[in-house]
């Protein structure tokens, strides 16, 4: 039986931090979907279409990450989850913080399917204090985030800053 897992999130941008989780899922399941959500509660820098396209284009561009599907979602999780055959949902968990949220999801995600698990992973110690939204306070103030995000990134949050008209590095 193939073996799916779906890697979702908000992916605004997305960071190393997020492809060393799924570079990790590549190694155990013989197929990982990256799940980009429309997330309408984080007010996000980059639109849920434009978040798609850069998550794809960051994927694409990594021989690592040959076969990774990068797809948008809508609705339920588990439906998503669910359409695509998926047993396993993977999520990283960095500092305690992400903890109680991660429980809250999971309880109710096993409440709307009990047939799909969710599964947790660490990242190196070097990403475990690493999120978009620090990646993004940092870039708006000045600071160099080639550490914490592929160039490609940069590139797109330089031409979303340039159309504000806001001058960035
Ligand atoms: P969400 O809004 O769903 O939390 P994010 O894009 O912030 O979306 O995060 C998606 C997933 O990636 C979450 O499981 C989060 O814990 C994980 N993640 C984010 N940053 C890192 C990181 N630096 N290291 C490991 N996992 C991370």
Redesign the pocket.
Known sequence: MCKVAI??????P?????I??IKRSKKIFDSVIVAV?I?SG?NPMFNFHERISLTKEVIDSDSELEGVVVEGVQGLLVDFAKRKNAKVI?????AVS?FE??LQMAFMNRRLDSDIEMM?????IK???????IVKDVFINGGDISQFVPEIVIKHMREKFSDKGVLVK
């Open positions: 890697v979702p999130g908000t992916f605004d997305i960071t190393n931090g997020h060393d989780i959500a997330n984080k993977v999520r990283g968990l960095r992400d949220y991660e947790y992973m660490m990242p190196y990403y475990s204090f690493l999120s978009s939204s």
